[in-house]
């Protein structure tokens, strides 16, 4: 089996003795309240999700993800795990305490053992994992909105949060033995944030031609408006999955974290999280992570040349196409027709389609999964 | 000098050679090529090991299997 990114699925939850020595003394502690995708962040490290990350970055790490894209031990990482705060909460903290995180409805989310507390340049950190300083950008917009002080330190897990969508959420020791259980000595990941076109299928059921599993791998979380909710991307890959796929040989599972859409730094971070899932790889299609035209389509595919020690290996797929003439799905490498024979997998084309409560046409989407969206009230995010 | 690099010696004729090979690729200098193909063969090296115990593997069985994705 693959190995987990820096060789250790890390495990940082607290046990039931530990959880309730550090209840007892949490109200003598400090706190700090954490928003949504904060405990998200929390919740990967702590079950191994980010491994080799055992808390927020401390500066030097935060520094060398920031200009190299590897933590100071020469392992990739592109993705800056950090934790923000405001300069007068900094001033009350010190190094060395022990401080509750707190979730929604004021529950102990999880201990944060303070290393130290730093200053950054919110320019500089967009430019260098967004490669742009453009707020319309939603990457950028937020870091431009984070608070001035940074924190580094291990975490320890105290709760994990509730979920509606528990049925699907397994952590990386869980998939790591799903796999071992299903014999699947090759899995690739699929990351999603969509409900399921012809064009996915295609691009899945090919990379599964060459491996034994599929691990259909969607992003639940904060989402853009207009982006599918989260519950009908799971239905719809339900659907796709009971009608169309061998049941030994696809699973579902969900991913707890906000979309970045820093392109070709988080295909890399994708790259990894499915690593410690156990994929050994991974699709990556047209502008992965992307977000309108701030990345070329094929950087998160170019940005793999400079890992060749990431272990996972890559899946890179160009956009795919139903050809008329052909009467099948295609692309630039497998049909000789002009465009003028093909229709393309238009995400907003489906999408107006679906919104009118038409059902778009078998040759883009299966009509089992266009009913499952239309039966929702409003399958978009608002 | 910067303290995130170090210098190695290689011989010249090496050099010259990486030097050669590296002309119209994607790799930007010779320091470029050697630590891509150091960190690829490093990367190789590590051994697969599985890291759960016996407890752990029955305990996440009896999960799966409650939650539909094993038999």
Known sequence: ??????????????????????????????????????????????CGVFSPLEGFLGQSEYRNVLNHMRLTNDLPWPIPIVFDVR???????????????????????????????????KEELAEKVFQTKDASHPGVAKVLRMKEVLLGGKID???????????????????????????????????????????????????????DGIFVNPVIGRKKKGDFKDEVIIASYEELIRNYYLKERAVIVILQMEMRYAGPREAIFHAIIRKNFGCTHIIIGR?????????PPYAAQDIFEEFPDLEIMPLFFKSFYFCK????????????????????????????????????PSELMRPEVAKIIIGYDNPFVE | MNKEYTNIMIPTSLYKRIEEKIKGSKVKSVPDFIT????????????????????????VKERLKALGYID
């Open chain 1, 1 to 46: 089996m693959i190995r987990p990114h820096g060789g250790k699925l890390i495990e940082r939850i607290l046990r039931q003795k530990e959880k309730e020595s550090i209840l007892e003394r949490a109200e003598e502690l400090p706190s700090l309240k954490l928003d949504g995708e904060l405990i998200s962040d929390v919740e990967n490290i702590a």
């Open chain 1, 87 to 121: 300069e007068e909460e900094a001033e009350k903290l010190r190094e060395g305490q022990e401080i509750i995180l707190i979730g929604e409805g004021e529950k102990p989310v999880a201990v944060l053992y303070l290393e130290e507390k730093y200053e950054y340049d």
């Open chain 1, 157 to 211: 897990l105290i709760q994990e949060s509730a979920t509606p969508f528990y049925r699907y959420k397994l952590k990386p020791l869980e998939t790591r033995i799903l796999f071992k259980e299903k014999g699947w000595r090759t899995v690739v990941g699929f990351q999603t944030r969509n409900t399921p076109h012809i064009g996915h299928e295609y691009v899945q059921k090919t990379a599964l031609t060459f491996t």
């Open chain 1, 287 to 295: 502008d992965h992570a992307g977000v309108g035209n701030f990345y």
């Open chain 1, 325 to 360: 003439k052909c009467d099948s799905v295609v692309n630039e490498k497998t049909c000789p027709h002009p465009p003028s024979d093909h229709i393309n997998f238009s995400g907003t084309k489906i999408r107006e389609m679906l919104i009118q409560g038409k059902i778009p």
């Open chain 2, 36 to 59: 891509k193909v150091l960190r690829e063969t490093l990367s190789k090296e590590q051994v697969s090991t599985e890291e759960f115990s016996k407890e752990d593997e029955e305990k």
